[in-house]
């Protein structure tokens, strides 16, 4: 299977590839690019990994679902293109930062700044039909990306995992805490920003375990 993915992610996920778990989730997205709107362009489903290769993942953010609406999803967590009104949680996000390190707010939502230097924007799932939040969920995705976690996990050290709300959290069970940092917080939603995303300066501890570790830190 020849999956269009950024070199060091195909050789390290070559497996994944050829099991019959992805190649049915493959045809799945296939069938529904063909007959339904879905988003990201499906040029945009592995984003995140052009951006940031496997070797130069620093900071890892994981969202859950793509957005679900016109213009939003570019295959980046969080993320959306240039001229698109930031959505609920991306604006708690640069409310944190303007809190946690007084960044003033962007002028876009683009967070490709950002995947470039070392941030991987990861969504457990990388594809959703148009306006139906949580579509592609159980479809074979969550699998794969649990194995993308684990392939950083096992193939490099002192990576920041940012765990936000109860979904991400779970995935801690993958991460080494010996070797990685994780921080948790409630999800940067509206509905729950309120009760410790709100505050809990991610962005500066982050930054600060870079540099104690000899990384360079994030300009966030």
């Not at 793509?66 to 609920?88: D, E, N, R, T």
């Not at 700044?113 to 592609?136: E, K, Y």
């Not at 995992?161 to 979904?167: D, E, H, I, N, T």
Request: aromatic share 12%; glycine share 6%; with cysteine.
């Amino acid at each position: 299977m020849n999956v269009k993915i950024e070199p060091s992610w195909k050789l390290a996920l070559k497996e994944f590839f050829q099991q019959d778990s992805f190649l049915n989730l493959v045809s799945l997205v296939k069938d529904e690019y063909s007959k339904e709107k879905i988003y990201p362009e499906g040029k945009d489903i592995f984003n995140a990994f052009w951006h940031c290769p496997l070797e130069k993942v620093k900071v890892v953010i994981l969202g859950q679902d793509p957005y679900h609406g016109p213009g939003q999803a570019h295959g980046l967590s969080f993320s959306v293109k240039p001229g698109i009104p930031f959505p609920p949680s991306l604006l708690n996000i640069f409310k944190e930062l303007k809190s946690d390190l007084d960044l003033d707010l962007p002028p876009n939502g683009d967070l490709t700044r950002w995947a470039d230097q070392g941030v991987f924007l990861l969504n457990a799932t990388l594809t959703v039909r148009a306006h139906q939040a949580g579509s592609h969920q159980k479809k074979g995705w969550e699998e794969f990306t649990d194995g993308v976690i684990k392939t950083i996990n096992d193939s490099r050290s002192n990576v920041v995992f940012l765990l936000w709300g109860a979904y991400a959290q779970k995935k801690s069970e993958l991460i080494d805490s010996s070797k990685h940092f994780i921080l948790k917080a409630p999800h940067p939603s509206p509905l729950s920003a309120h009760r410790g995303f709100l505050g809990c300066k991610h962005f500066s501890k982050a930054n600060e375990f870079l540099i104690s570790t000899g990384q360079k830190p994030i300009d966030w």
